[in-house]
């Protein structure tokens, strides 16, 4: 069996979501296997003295940064730490003497991942030099501004350039870690946890952290129908009549719903439904264009690349490009 040294860094002020959410994605994957799974998560800080999190839940740490000296890590987690001044503005904190031991147990890590703010950390240690790299949309102009040799992309909620991966939002953990078992042991098991965790495989790490389901956010149980009629029958010849009639009300309803209720018309909500689905499908498929613009119901290949261009402004092909996960 192999064996996979995970590494959780703490130190003060860490956000919690980010320590506890790795561990618990893993410990899920054993359930699902016959074999151990080789993985060995250890939280590490300077000390072993607790260490108070940012939620004020103190967290005893398993081993110290020196008593790592000379191990080999498989996963280095790296989460985030901020702080809020009287005006509410948000900054990330990167203290120098974790920066410093992260830039050591980097050295002999497969795989370095940063969570939310935890980029930071990753750049203040030279790991993101040259890199394009996300972290929390809140101090995304942070990072650029003082790190310019970083290429920031603030909308993807994670990216993988190379061995080293970042996590966008404080719950992109669980993104960051489906991704890492997918990677390890294969989309199949990753399905099964992410089940087991009530979430989906992986919101693709392409995927915007505003994306249609969490802007729009509606607020009757009649709207919500509506649209989970859309995106389990995006294949289908949508029209205000057809939605208007699963909904038993008239086409000018409809239209006032959308309007009131998403802010949008259905014709364009239907075509950022369809838009998500692609996405989706060229980050984690092999499909062809044909089929990803069949199965998501733009019909043709133009028709499919002209709502990228509109919605993103670039191809379907450039878009799987840049955001697939594992090249084909």
């Known amino acids: 069996m192999i064996e996979r040294l995970v590494v959780v860094a703490l130190f003060e002020r860490v956000d919690l979501l980010d320590v506890t959410g790795p561990p618990e994605v893993f410990s899920l994957l054993q359930r699902e296997m016959d074999e151990p799974t080789g993985y060995r998560v250890v939280l590490a800080a300077e000390t072993l003295d607790p260490v108070t999190t940012s939620a004020g839940v103190r967290v005893l740490p398993d081993t110290t940064f020196e008593d790592l000296t000379g191990r080999r890590i498989d996963t280095l987690i790296v989460p985030g ?47 993101l ?40 939002g404080i719950s992109s953990c669980l993104d960051l870690s489906l991704a890492f078992v997918a990677d390890d042991f294969g989309a199949e098991l990753a399905q099964r946890v992410a089940r087991q965790l009530v979430v989906y495989l992986k919101r693709p790490g392409g995927q915007s952290q505003f994306s249609v389901p969490l802007v729009q956010i509606a607020t009757s149980t009649r709207v919500d129908e509506l649209r989970l009629f859309i995106a389990e029958h995006l294949s289908d010849h949508l029209t ?43 980050e984690t498929s092999d499909d ?27 191809t379907p092909g450039e878009y799987r490009q840049r955001f697939r996960l594992q090249p084909t």
């Open 288 to 314: 062809t264009l044909d089929r990803v613009a069949a199965l998501c119901g733009f019909g043709t290949v133009d028709t499919l690349a002209r709502a990228f261009r509109r919605s993103l402004g670039i």
């Open 81 to 127: 730490s901020v702080e809020v001044d009287e005006h509410r503005r948000v900054r990330a904190v990167a203290d120098p003497t974790v920066v410093e031991r992260i830039g050591e147990l980097a050295a002999r890590t497969r795989r370095v991942t940063s969570v939310c703010v935890g980029a930071h950390i990753l750049a203040a240690a030279g790991l």
């Open 129 to 168: 030099d040259g890199r394009r790299a996300t972290t929390h949309w809140s101090t995304a102009a942070q990072l650029a501004d003082e790190h310019p040799e970083i290429e920031v992309d603030a909308d993807p909620i994670f990216i993988r350039d190379g061995d080293v991966w970042t996590g966008a």
């Open 240 to 282: 205000v009549e057809s939605l208007a009639e699963s909904l038993h009300i008239s086409d000018r309803q409809l239209t006032r719903v959308f309007k009131q209720e998403l802010g949008t018309t259905p014709g364009a909500y239907i075509e950022q439904a369809r838009v998500e689905a692609a996405k989706n499908r060229l």
